[in-house]
Nanobody
Framework: QLQLVESGGGLVQPGGSLRLSCVAA????????FGWFRQAPGKEREGVSC????????QYVDFVKGRFTMSRDNAKNTVYLQLNNLTPEDAGVYYC????????????????????WGQGTQVTVSS
């Protein structure tokens, strides 16, 4: 059974940075596409980025391009999301998710495409 555990959230000032981590237990990273998602209070969960199972394709939604970077460390079975130049609009609970049905070079940052979810980590952006 695949289990995902996120960490790295916290309180940061506008313009600051955080690095989120997602450790995958029960599999190796190349069995799944991974995605990062976030949910602000009163809003629907939205996609942020995704990475194909082969690791060769990474996608970002427009509002994080140039600020967020998704990466993976296969040796540590860990997926990361580097968040830079944060704004209050970036605040919310960030979730890591894994999807099994994508092709080797495919992914899509759409929540309904992913079967396994972590518990989330809170990101707060405030001065």
């Amino acid at each position: 059974q695949l289990q995902l555990v996120e960490s790295g959230g916290g309180l940061v000032q506008p313009g600051g940075s955080l690095r989120l981590s997602c450790v995958a237990a029960g599999t190796t990273l190349d069995n799944y596409a991974f995605g990062w998602f976030r949910q602000a209070p009163g809003k629907e969960r939205e996609g942020v980025s995704c990475s194909s199972s082969g690791g060769g394709s990474t996608q970002y939604v427009d509002f994080v391009k140039g600020r967020f970077t998704m990466s993976r460390d296969n040796a540590k079975n860990t997926v990361y999301l580097q968040l830079n130049n944060l704004t209050p609009e970036d605040a919310g609970v960030y979730y890591c998710a894994a999807g099994h049905h994508f092709g080797y070079s495919d992914c899509m940052p759409a929540p309904f495409e992913y079967e396994y979810w972590g518990q989330g980590t809170q990101v707060t952006v405030s001065s």
